[in-house]
């Protein structure tokens, strides 16, 4: 047996907690805030449930293979998530991958030969998704792991010609092929999912209509659930116990530093931010090549999100009148948004807005004839001097600001909606970084864009630190993060501790 301290209790913190539980060592996840689950979370607020994060995950295969491994997948309401589309030239919720290139065929009659180029090379991109039927190989081990990477393997010389052709292309320079710059088309093929994120990635997008879910009764009930079934496997959580060093002997990790009290282990598992865990928290810096630091220190992290949470007083079968499904994704970006411009204080009035319903999925989420509604959008990094740089006033006029432009935009697809408001407040990337500790924010670890990438490979799952005993258990240690990354990371963490 061994004595195992994990740091944060997002889902590859809960999953690499239960995995080595359930083998009988010693574990112990330490967690700053006072609930489990990170971004894979939610609250109440007046009533009103709302998602802390992570609204959906794809990759169901091996998120369903790893609860029934851990022994939980009975009871968690896992439900399929559904989509809908609208702009001016369409509107629709595509049920597969054939439903959205009909649907935006349908909307620009006159660009039929440059949507058949465009589409001609994103089939061949999609298909490379068929291998997300099956789970990924890091949930096994052994000969079982070498015979569900067979469909990997034969599939390599496609994939690696498909990596030299669009591998390091950006969605903005794949869009570019086909599509004046700035012109409608451009930026619905460059704008879906993260800015400039890579081409291989970006429009790869027959999972998004067949492998989206969530959970019906919320994503906390998922940590919760997780929690409760780590301790009873005889695991130890501590909740508002921030992690403040993580320290060492002779180059290797050996223990953990909380509230003035010193935990010794065998092994830590940092299920965090990888920036923090090595420039931040290690307590010898020294162990860390300064090459390596400096790589860290300049790596870019995903974008953050603005989020406004609303409670509506209107039902969710008038709310449904207007969004149709749960979650909507307007595609109206105004003239001049610029994600790059950090300095625009019109940001939010010309940014696409999305809309997520939690009580359309669930009408608990909202007190009885009421509902609840979620407002998006990726934002700058370090907006207006990072939201006016520890000035809580100003911080407090930009936080209302952003979030007056977004209801605005959002009350054209429904009408009267400030009418309805019973409750409002909003999230920046400064209140994601302070719960998550997520460097700058940052809603997928590392950043999306080809031209700025961590890691060389960016399907590679890198637990592995400098430090003897010391692995990164969370989505940061893919490039794409994401919940298939953190549940990824957990599994390799648990094989790595015999």
Known sequence: MKNVIIIGSGIGGLIAGNLLAKKGHKVTIFEAHSMPGGYT???YRKGYYFESGTLSFEASASVFKAMKDIGVFEKIDFVRQRMRFVSEEFDGAPENYDDYKEMIFSGFPSDQKKLDAVFSDLDEIAGLMGNMDEPMPNLYSGLKMLTSMLPYILSGPKHMKLARLYGDMTSSEFAARYFEKDSKLF????????PDMTAMFGNGLSAMFTDYWTVKSGMQSWADILAENFRKLGGDLKLNSYVDKIITKNGAAVGVSCNNTVYDADYVISAGDYKKTLLKLLDDKSLIPHALRDNIDRAAVSEAFFTVYLGLNISNEELGKYMKVPHVFPLDYKPGCDIYNSEDGEFFSKTSVSLYSPSMVN?????AGKSSLML??????HWMNNWGSGDKELYKQLKGKAM??????????????????EYKDAATPLTYERFTHN???ASSAWSWNPKKKFYNNPMSVNIETPVKNLYIGSCWAMQIGGVPGALAAAYECAKKIK
């Open 363 to 367: 009408p608990k989420h909202a007190p």
């Open 41 to 43: 979370a939610g609250f």
């Open 187 to 194: 930026k619905l093929f460059s704008g879906f999912g993260y």
């Open 376 to 381: 998006q959008t990726i934002v700058p990094y």
């Open 439 to 441: 460097t700058d924010g």
């Open 404 to 421: 007056d432009a977004m209801i605005d935009s959002t009350s054209s697809l429904i009408p009267g909606l400030k009418e309805y408001i």
